[in-house]
């Protein structure tokens, strides 16, 4: 009997025990419309939901300066990731803070607990927006430092790219792209931590950068000068090319060939075009040569034809009625002179024809005289 009786109270114990939990579990639930009538009766009963506000209250106040701290005062890219990670927890434990609760103050809780609650609309809202500014500005700060970071190793690579270059138009490109990481570095928010780092390197990057151009616009003058000399000589070819030419054309070659000399001859063995104006200008000189021969050839060819069409002339005008024998050695021997002379008139020379008709005349004329 007295073992049931035993039983029986701790049943009842248990039962009072559980709902006495599920009673205060239920006035501690997030409803005004409860909370509100038992704060008036048996405020203590809402004391488990109290200590949990002003648990986050508190930890919401603790963050928020946290993050204001790390984020107004970055000595590295840390705080900021720190700063990201306070303002979260700020926001979590504002999230909890019922917004109902605004303007309703457990003042029993406060008198006994010391509670620094100050749960004001105006307070509440200036929190959430300080949590939203300092979202902005981590936001920022994370993007600045993605694009300093990005724009660096571009910057570096772009110099060192240019350094192996070879070619004009790839150090063009190279530059190209250094230009966009520099503009990107000088753009940074100058409030950010990015452009803090990116201060004390901003000019010698930009020292680098204008030497790189100034040797640019030196090499584009190379490689105009380079070009320039290319046309002219395509225009000596166009003009040399299908001889015989008469010594005017070719001296007019010449003169082409000279002009793309001289356009290469400007360039210095500092050029990044030095080795390929120097394969230019051997084959400009042997060419130029070629032309100079050409037309000392032409002239002198010209000139010996003339020499022998005057003699001969001479000759036929001289012995117009015939060789006498007293007289044959001497029209032999000057007409074998005049061959002698058509003979000097070169193959390829705008002469060579007629030279070649005027000296079979001549071979003729020493056989007639000779009979």
């Known amino acids: 009997m007295k073992l049931k009786l035993i039983v029986w109270g ?30 008036k009766v048996a405020p203590l009963l809402l004391l488990p939901s109290y200590i949990e506000m002003d648990h986050h209250y508190r930890k919401a106040i603790a963050h928020v300066e946290q993050a204001d701290q790390l984020i107004h005062h970055i000595s590295s890219f840390d705080d900021i990731k720190l700063g990201e990670e306070k303002v979260k927890l700020a926001q979590e434990n504002l999230d909890k803070l019922p917004v109902w609760f605004i303007g309703y103050e457990p003042k029993r809780y406060c008198q006994m607990f010391s509670c620094s609650w100050q749960f004001t609309i105006d307070e509440f809202e200036a929190a959430r927006k300080t949590i939203g500014r300092m979202e902005a500005i981590i936001f920022q ?40 990481s520099l503009d990107e570095l000088q753009q940074l928010p100058p409030q950010t931590f990015a452009a803090t780092l990116v201060s004390s390197k901003l000019e010698s990057y930009q020292r680098d950068f204008q030497a790189v151009t100034g040797s640019m616009t030196e090499n584009q003058q190379t490689d105009t000068m380079i070009t320039v000399a290319k046309n002219f000589s395509l225009s000596a070819t166009k003009l040399c090319k299908n001889p015989p030419h008469s010594v005017n054309k070719w001296e007019e ?29 051997a084959e400009y000189e042997t060419n130029s040569s070629i032309v100079k021969l050409r037309s000392k050839v ?33 029209f032999i021997s000057k007409m074998q002179g005049n061959i002698e002379k ?8 705008t002469v060579y024809n007629e030279a070649q008709e005027l000296l079979s005349l ?8 000779t009979k």
């Not at 009842?12 to 038992?38: C, D, E, F, K, Q």
């Open 298 to 330: 032409e002239k002198e060819s010209v000139e010996a034809l003339d020499v022998a069409k005057k003699e001969i002339q001479n000759l036929q005008e001289q012995f117009a009625n015939g060789v006498e024998k007293k007289q044959r050695q001497l």
């Open 362 to 369: 001549a071979q003729a004329k020493i056989k007639e005289a």
């Open 342 to 349: 058509l003979k000097q008139v070169e193959t390829g020379t």
């Open 253 to 281: 070659c010449q003169q082409l060939w000279q002009k793309a000399i001289s356009r290469l001859e400007t360039i210095s063995q500092d050029d990044i075009g030095y080795l390929e104006t120097q394969a230019l200008l």
């Open 10 to 39: 701790l049943g009842i114990t248990t039962v009072t025990s559980a709902g006495l939990v599920g009673l205060i579990s239920l006035v501690n639930l997030p409803y005004p419309m409860i909370r509100r009538p038992v704060s």
């Open 141 to 180: 700060q994370k993007n600045a430092f993605n694009t300093y970071q990005k724009a660096e190793t571009n910057l570096q690579q772009a110099k060192e790219n240019y350094q192996q270059a070879t070619q004009l138009k790839e150090k063009q490109t190279i530059v190209t792209s250094w230009q966009q």
